[in-house]
């Protein structure tokens, strides 16, 4: 054949070529089963499928423009922003046609590395069949995807090729390795600053391995360089101070006179480290997704107590056993597989087990029940290169075991190929099937971006917008205006604010959004920040008088005194927040001394499901009577309801509304949204939250807003006070 003709790096490099043009073919699945679909679309470029990629998207938007707003947290000096704006100058693309296949294309690279492993233990064919497997595996596919534009898209393919570094390092014992090891770390960190647990699992496994030469009484030198090189790039210091540590101790390790005082190099390295507050980010990190058992977090001073977001966040949450699988090697049997395939690879060249970092993290998406709970969705990912590199060394050797068995001498290389394809036939198509079925649409469509992009031209880019935090990103995006919380600023703390001013009443939203906007810049300011207590709630309590921060927010229904108006703030209210309106609520709908729930909410958003001679089955269970105006909550809680509300929207885009009245004691009201057939099950708190009167009624005090944008899928108020 004529790949076994070619040279060893030939043979490699078309290899890679194959695996990539591969990888990268069966992410434009996705632009085949979307490409005439409009609402996907924006100045008819296909929009991005991710949040969190508006964040990127905006600093490179705002570093080819040249400039940006004063603390609207434009991300311009982050690595992706940076890397996005260079590629936007020197290829001939759209902005957008870029950050959408951007993923697509750098997810791809991670064939490099895996096919380059392969071939380290002298098994390019099992790194070929691992480059297909994992470059299209469930969990890696979906966060490398086209349109997935984030750090996802390199997040996979840094580790890995430090994992081929440190392989190559271990079997060669090479003064080249130590010097590609630390600058892959580097660039891993510059890349991903939360790389760092990863790169210090590496570390330990590094270390674990030295000390078991050292009880073997084996030389260690060259571990020991290797040691103090990863712990060099890691210090908690400066990119150029890292790199010069890094060159420094490459050139360091090539004399022969260092080779007296590795120890004590290793030592220095280890103190740097810790004075460096090496243990920090690792200690935080697995606070943050690992030791998840409380709702709440408190903050200083009032030590108020507010609702914990990894509560609500599904990627850090617990997975069932089948998903965990699924999302690793695409089948529960393909990874049971994958297990016993890395086992037995690495049995065979122990240089492997150092890829169990990569295996252990992905699998803490598991964890251990009983024991430790799950990371969640988000760490799958990390396992793929290593359990493909299992399933791909099980296909190769059972192909060989299996031809040489039963097919005649001459003909067993042949016999090797064809079982070792359709055994990698196999493991694809679930994963392919996976693709096929994975119809992500984009963050918004194509009526809500054109909003946005009308609303720029409204609002100028010092105004505030209030609204959730999943929307935060695009709307800065799209709008170019500023926002309080968005993807990567939706803390507990942070979240209370938008959550009251969305699910209080009216009068106590407004003057909430006039203050927690003006609180806000006041926390930019370096002077003001270090005299104001960690959560503006606090310090308005505390300005404000009061002792206790519920009875300062009870004080917000009164006509209470606000600071002077430095810009505009809109509210922005879009249709797709009903399905999450309940977790919104969640984080305001506390008592912030004891964190216990402070009044009780009822919002359901079903349809009319069924009629039954007037019985509307709205689902979850939930009926209503036509003829009674009885809504029931199953077979035990029936209740009258208070009004009957009809809501439909008219040409101009304006919501008209009747109401009835049935039953004036009641606490339920059903709201009948008939252009979008929806049907709202709401108690009075939630009727009178500012979301439902400004959204879905349109009944807003004058005196306090005015609408500036009402179409039938969002909404933007402009605050008058």
Do not use: C
């Amino acid at each position: 054949m004529p790949v076994i003709a070619l040279s060893e790096n030939k043979k490699t490099a078309l290899l890679i070529l194959i695996a990539f043009v591969f990888s990268f073919s069966v992410r434009f699945i996705w632009v085949g089963q979307f490409n005439t679909y409009d609402n996907f679309k924006f100045n008819d470029e296909f929009m991005i499928n991710t949040n969190d990629g508006y964040y990127f998207a905006e600093g490179a938007r705002d570093i080819l423009k040249g400039s940006h707003e004063p603390n609207d947290l434009s991300p311009v000096e982050v690595v992706a922003s940076m890397l996005t704006a260079f590629f936007a100058k020197i290829l001939p693309v759209s902005f957008e046609t870029l950050i959408f296949y951007l993923p697509a294309f750098l997810g791809s690279l991670v064939v490099v590395p895996i096919i380059l492993i392969g071939r380290s233990f002298h098994k390019i064919e099992v790194g070929f069949i691992a480059a297909l497997i994992g470059s299209i595996a469930w969990s890696y596919y979906n966060r490398t995807m086209v349109g997935y534009y984030d750090t996802d898209m390199l997040n996979i393919v840094f580790p890995t090729l430090l994992l081929w570094s440190l392989i190559w390092a271990i079997r060669t014992k090479e003064e080249k390795y130590l010097l590609f090891t630390g600058l892959e770390i580097i660039a891993y960190r510059w890349w991903y600053p939360q790389s760092y647990a990863l790169e210090f699992a590496f570390f330990t496994i590094i270390a674990l391995y030295t000390l078991y030469l050292f009880t073997k009484k084996q030389e260690i030198r060259y571990e020991l360089k290797l040691m103090a090189t990863i712990m060099l790039a890691m210090v908690n210091l400066p990119i150029i101070v890292r790199l010069a540590f890094v060159v420094g101790i490459y050139f360091v390790a090539k004399m022969e006179l260092a080779l007296k005082y590795l120890y004590a190099i290793l030592g220095v390295t280890v103190v740097v480290f810790v004075f460096t507050g090496g243990l920090g980010p690792i200690v935080a990190q697995l606070k943050g997704y690992v030791f998840r058992e409380a709702n709440t977090v408190a903050s200083d001073g009032l030590n108020l107590q507010f609702f914990s977001v990894m509560q609500t966040v599904r990627e850090a949450g617990q997975i069932p056993f089948g998903t965990f699988a699924d999302r690793i090697s695409g089948h529960t049997v393909s990874f049971i597989l994958a297990i016993i395939g890395y086992i037995w690879f690495a049995l065979k060249h122990p240089a492997l087990w150092i890829a169990l970092p990569m295996v252990g993290l992905g699998f803490m998406a598991y964890g251990i029940p009983g024991v430790v709970s799950g990371g969640g969705l988000r760490f799958t990912i990390y396992a793929v290169p290593a359990m493909a590199l299992g399933v791909a060394y099980l296909i190769v050797e059972l192909s060989r075991r299996i031809a040489s068995e039963v097919m005649q001498k001459q003909h067993t290389k042949a016999g090797e190929y064809i079982i070792a394809s359709v055994l990698t036939l196999l493991v694809l198509i679930p994963n392919i099937k996976h693709i096929q079925e994975y119809k992500v649409p984009t963050v918004f469509e194509k009526q809500e971006v054109q909003t946005l992009d009308k609303f720029k031209n409204i609002a100028a880019r010092e105004d505030y917008v209030v609204t959730w935090w999943d929307y935060g990103y695009p709307i800065r995006y799209y709008s170019d205006v500023k926002t309080l919380v968005d993807g990567g600023k939706h803390s507990g703390v942070v979240n209370f604010a938008p959550s009251f001013i969305l699910t209080s009443p009216i009068q106590s939203a407004a003057n909430l959004a006039r203050l927690e906007v003006e609180y806000t810049e006041k926390q930019f300011d370096k002077d003001n920040a270090t005299k104001m207590a960690s959560s503006t709630i606090e310090q308005m309590t505390l300005d404000y008088g009061f002792k206790n921060a519920n009875d300062f927010l009870d004080s917000l229904e009164t006509d209470i005194k606000l600071p002077p108006k430095t810009r505009d703030v809109y509210l922005y209210l879009p249709f797709r927040m009903m399905s999450i309106f309940p977790t919104v609520a969640l984080f305001s709908n506390l008592d912030l001394h004891s964190g216990q729930e402070k009044r009780k909410l009822f919002f359901y958003k079903g349809a009319i499901y069924k009629n039954e001679n007037g019985i509307l089955s709205l689902g979850q269970g939930i009926t209503f009577d036509s003829k009674t105006n009885v809504v029931s909550f199953g077979n035990d809680q029936k209740t009258q309801i208070k009004y009957f509300i009809v809501t439909q929207v008219d040409n101009s885009g304006k919501s008209n509304v009747q109401t009835q009245m049935i039953n004036e004691s009641s606490q339920i009201s059903l709201i009948y949204m008939k252009s979008y057939n929806a049907m709202l099950v709401v108690n009075d708190a939630v009727l009178a939250s500012t979301y439902v009167r400004l959204f879905v009624l349109e009944n807003y005090d004058k005196n306090l807003f005015e609408p500036v944008i009402l179409d039938p899928l969002t909404k933007i108020y402009r605050l008058k006070m």
